[in-house]
Every structure is written in C-alpha cells, then in structure tokens.
C-alpha cells in the first residue's frame, strides 16, 4: 500500500488548513485510515483523527471539536480539515493506513506562524 499526502503545511494562528492522503495498491474492502501527528517530547505519535470504512471516526482528545475527517471511498482518500490550530500544534503530521497490516506516509510538516 501506497500513502501519498498532500496539502499545504503553512498556516497562521487560529487559521484553518487541509490535509490530504490516498491509498492505493493493495487496498483491502475493510481499513481505517487517518492522521497521526509527532509529539514533540518523547517523539512519539499521537492520534489526530482516523476514519474507517465503516465511517466510524475518531479524534484525538486535543481536538475539541476543531477538525473534521471525511473520507472518500471511491479514491480511498481521507481528507482532515482542521481549523483553529493553534502555534503548538506545528510539526509533523503522518497519514497512516491500517488493516491486517499498516503503513505510514512520508509526513507532512505544518507550521503554525504568523
């Protein structure tokens, strides 16, 4: 499997930005797919919002109600529009792809800057 993200990465405080990432090769009929972002501390990854395909969508607890994560089946894309974001929440954001087996993207860097 193949994880392709896109969006533009740059955004000022309290503005809104768009991630994207599809999937292709392999695809099973049954996955959950969503973004991870790095924690700065421990370098660890935390969860942002996944969606399966079953459309059951979660959110990291952070998210209060800021981003929405929608999914597009026909594309196997997943699309994260997160609104809000505050300067702590630059760094690196990675797709991720999980069914029997899982895969990561490349990563997207977003800067939160004014």
């Known amino acids: 499997v193949q994880l392709v993200e896109s969006g533009v990465g740059l955004v000022q405080p309290v503005g809104s930005l768009r991630l994207s990432c599809k999937a292709s090769?392999?695809?099973?009929?049954?996955?959950?797919i969503g973004w991870y972002r790095q924690v700065p501390d421990n370098g660890g990854r935390e969860l942002v919002a996944t969606i399966a395909t079953t459309d059951v969508i979660q959110y990291g607890d952070f998210v209060n109600g800021r981003f929405s994560n929608s999914r597009d089946g026909a594309k196997n894309t997943v699309n994260l529009e997160m609104n809000k974001l505050e300067t702590g929440e630059a760094g690196v954001y990675y797709c991720?792809?999980?069914?029997?087996?899982?895969?990561w993207g490349q990563g997207t860097q977003v800067t939160v800057s004014s």
């Open positions: 090769g392999g695809i099973s009929l049954v996955y959950v």
């Open positions: 991720h792809f999980r069914d029997w087996r899982q895969y």
